[in-house]
């Protein structure tokens, strides 16, 4: 009998990793971990700087649409032509307004005037703030801006006024209101009155009395300076003030903020526009040069606030302002920044952008 021999099946022979072979391993790993790390951080800052210089383009773009819109609407008569007087260095009669408010002149009131600014150089205001301007809480680091225009749409005038104190008939659907300012204007003349009757819009009739209860400021005569007809419109006017406060929403910055007078149908007096602007500075082209004596309606210098000695000369505005992110940016240095022509080197490394833009007052030039 022959013996047979059987033979274990085969198996590889177990072997581990070498000490060496070990660390090799872990060295690859950990140099793919670290590259992998800077691409997504490389990938983020640029993202988040990305994103954050676009908000900063977004709300510059906001603010200043908001405030050359408004620019643009401020001085508004009616259809009434831009008058001048021959000559530049002289005030310029555009469109005289007809006020009858009681206080004409005052900073809510003085629709005769299309804007009105003020500048803090360091040693206060200049001109000198005036309520409710003066209660405002504005920041020194950016001017403030006045602006004064109508709001709304028209309604035109359905019948003509008997006298020059009759009441202003107008479609009975209208949204007027008991203490609306509102202007009365036609291709001849504007005037300025306040609604001193109860559900004026309701009734279809703007009654404008002087003595009224529970109207400020009231007018001071019943007397318009011309009969309106059935081609005049009437609108209700606002002020709207521009500058820069304290945020609510970002501890520690400014922003800019708006506040309006009147408010009508629910809207905030006083609400925060765009947060995060630094600083705001505002010139005013001037129509002051009286050589040519044409009286030609065109900018040929800009003044700061505290240097504009005639409103109505004013036919430019030119806006400019820093907006600042929230957080750092992606440099690991300040980087400084032109300003309203000097060179500002901040203490952080916050990302900033500067925008500017300027607006005429194309209800004073022809």
């Not at 609604?195 to 005569?221: C, F, K, R, W």
């Not at 030119?318 to 440099?331: C, T």
């Amino acid at each position: 009998m022959t013996a047979t021999r059987r033979l274990a099946p085969w198996r590889p022979a177990a072997r581990g990793m070498t000490l060496v072979e070990l660390m090799v391993g872990l060295a690859i790993g950990l140099f793919l971990v670290a590259v992998m790390s800077l691409m997504y951080m490389g990938s983020r800052n640029t993202f988040v700087a990305q994103e954050s210089g676009s908000r900063l383009q977004e709300n510059g773009r906001f603010a200043m649409d908001t405030i050359a819109n408004d620019l643009r609407m401020s001085g508004f008569r009616g259809c009434m032509p831009v008058v001048t007087t021959g000559n530049s260095a002289a005030p310029l009669a555009i469109g005289q307004v007809d006020n009858t408010l009681v206080t004409p002149t005052a900073l809510l009131y003085n629709f005769g005037e299309p804007i009105w600014g003020a500048r803090n150089g360091g040693g206060g205001w200049a001109p000198a703030l005036a309520a409710p301007v003066n209660g405002l809480g504005a920041d020194a680091a950016g001017d403030i801006l006045l602006v004064r225009r109508p709001t709304g749409v028209a309604w035109a005038l359905v019948a003509e006024m008997p006298t020059r104190a009759s009441a202003l008939s107008i479609t009975p659907t209208a949204n007027f209101a008991l203490g609306d300012l509102v202007m009365v204007a036609d291709c001849a003349g504007a005037s300025m009155l306040q609604v001193t009757n109860a559900g004026a819009g309701a009734a279809g009739t703007i009654q404008h009395v002087t003595g009224a209860a529970g109207v400020v400021p009231g007018v001071s005569t019943s007397n318009l300076a011309r009969l309106y007809s059935n081609d005049a419109r009437v609108w209700r006017m606002q002020t709207r003030v521009y500058y820069l406060a304290a945020s609510a929403r970002r501890t520690g910055e400014t922003a800019l903020w708006l506040h309006v007078s009147p408010a009508y149908d629910g809207e905030t007096q006083t609400s925060e526009l765009v947060t995060g602007v630094e600083r705001m500075a505002v010139t005013y082209g001037v129509d002051n040069d009286g050589l040519d004596g044409a009286g030609n309606l065109s900018a040929n210098r800009f003044f700061h606030a505290g240097q504009v000695t005639n409103w109505a000369q004013v036919v430019s505005a030119r806006i400019e302002m820093v907006l600042v992110g929230a957080g750092d940016g992606p440099s690991t240095a300040a980087q400084p920044y032109v300003f309203a022509g000097a060179t500002i080197t901040p203490t952080d490394k916050k990302l900033r952008t500067v925008v500017s833009t300027l607006v005429s007052l194309r209800n004073t030039v022809p």
